[in-house]
């Protein structure tokens, strides 16, 4: 992909600013001034990414900074974005203030440790989404895991010690193949840049293996089904903070993998593993709707319900189509904004009723009517309500696997794409079961008559991801416009490499890109 040098480093100012931030919190004294410090940086951080706002919507690489770091090993200070990263690095960014706020009654101990911890997230966040660089990328990829695991652990309920850990081996594990992976790439394509890499065609057997590594750490991120056990433990023991930003930007982290490395490094792989994927996502859709229906915790429920979306998210990725992957980057934006309002709605729930138990939280219509407004719009959302931000991701998605007239490797697409029906089903289900019950269920006492309603904080950061709902999803064009040439630059890179690779008579998964050729021919692939 193009790029020029930028003359303004704004991406590295995004990136370590927050860490600036945290360094400055060491001479702040007392709760509230850390509170307010923390507040202002995160605004701060807010007007310093205005100069992303001259984005173009182009398909190259944009804002690039490029300087040698260790020549000795070919390292170098890379960033840049493109169509992709530029969305998520927003959400990132969006979200620190909101979980500045959801916290500020919420945690009431180690107040400047705790946001210590949130700004040093937010500064591997955003440099995980522009890092151009691959063992870049590891590092902030890896700087992550102890921020994280500290919020959970420190922070966390009752069991934060096993979710903790349960967390942490997991992401270890999944690290540790993911710089098996930076390591193969280094070997055998001779460099760490990112768009150089892309310029190569590795052959088969390595992507075969590279794929296998990368794409099991990716999908413990996500996380894909059978790798999701640790999310439901981690969000339920996470303070409000800690779930917000577990599923609006780290569950993103493992599907932008797949999408910045997988599909352009790995491209005959992908589709040599496609079938798996699709089957493993419409897995998670059901299962993770499945298991929401049955929940009486309603932070548990939610965490099962993110295992469901970002089945959506996997799926579209995996159909190869500049319209499944537009429906997986807008899901990745809308669950992001969706299900973290979720957890910060819970937080504030919770500090009323000090209970998370469906049952104990009942009748709000009448008492609570700001918070049940705020949690019905959420609510609606989730489930793909037309007209609201969730129904744009799904409806894409699934329009992209019906309108694939051709197998991929043997598999009816169309036909298993039947199966996001009854997960639809599903996420109506249990978000219309547990908002009618909390709105209009018969309380068993009158204790929740005394609870005050959203205060002044509370709407002011709840506001913002109620404006993204209604406004993703009534004009979702200028998302759209701004995602599109990325990916259809991505789709076509991806379809002439598996054409090139498919030509050596020593690939196995020459007929499954044939069939994938003759499918984009006959059904219009990047429509």
Known sequence: MPFEISAYPVLTVLTFWPTAAAFGLAFVKGETAVRRFTLAAALVEVALAWPLT??????????????PWVDDWGLQYFLGVDGISIMMIWLSILTLPVCVLCSWTYIGRRIKEFHVCLLLMTTACVGVFSALDLALFYIFWEALLI?????????GGDDRRYASLKFFLYTLAGSTLLLAAVAALRIEGGTFSIPGLMAENFPFPFQFWVFLAMGIAFAIKVPMFPF??????????????????????????????????????????????APFMIVLSLAAIIYGGAIALGQ?????????????HMGFVTLGIFLFSVRGLSGAIMQMLNHG?????????????????????????????RWLPAFM????????????????NGFVGEFLVIAAAFGQTTEIRGVNVPLLGLLTAPGAMLAAAYALKVTLKMAWGQPSSAKGRGWPD?????????????????YLGLAPGGVLSTIEPTIAATVETF??????????????????VETFQSSDAESGLGD
Do not use: C
């Not at 407004?373 to 609201?388: C, H, K, Q, Y």
């Not at 379809?495 to 050596?504: F, H, K, N, P, R």
């Open 54 to 67: 001259a984005f173009q919507k182009t398909d190259g690489f944009q804002f690039v900074e490029l300087l």
């Open 147 to 155: 921020p994280m695991y500290l919020l959970i652990a420190v922070w």
């Open 228 to 273: 999701h056990t640790w999310l439901p433990a981690a969000h339920v023991q996470a303070p409000s903070a800690g779930s917000v930003i577990l599923a609006a930007v780290l569950l993103k982290m493992g599907a932008y993998g797949f999408l910045r490395f997988s599909l352009p490094l790995t491209p005959a792989a992908s589709l040599y593993f």
């Open 296 to 308: 009486t915790d309603i932070k548990k429920l939610v965490a099962y319900s993110s295992v469901a």
């Open 337 to 365: 904004v969706i299900t973290g309002a979720l957890f910060m709605l819970i937080g504030a729930l919770y500090e009323r009723s000090h209970s998370r138990d469906i049952s104990r939280n009942l009748g709000l219509g």
């Open 373 to 388: 407004f705020f949690w019905g719009l959420m609510s609606l959302a989730s489930f793909g309500f037309p007209g609201t």
């Open 454 to 470: 959203l205060n002044l904080r509370e709407w002011a950061y709840l506001l913002l991801p109620a404006f993204f709902v209604i």
């Open 495 to 512: 379809q002439s490499s598996a054409t090139e690779l498919a030509v050596s008579p020593e690939n196995p998964p020459r007929a499954a």
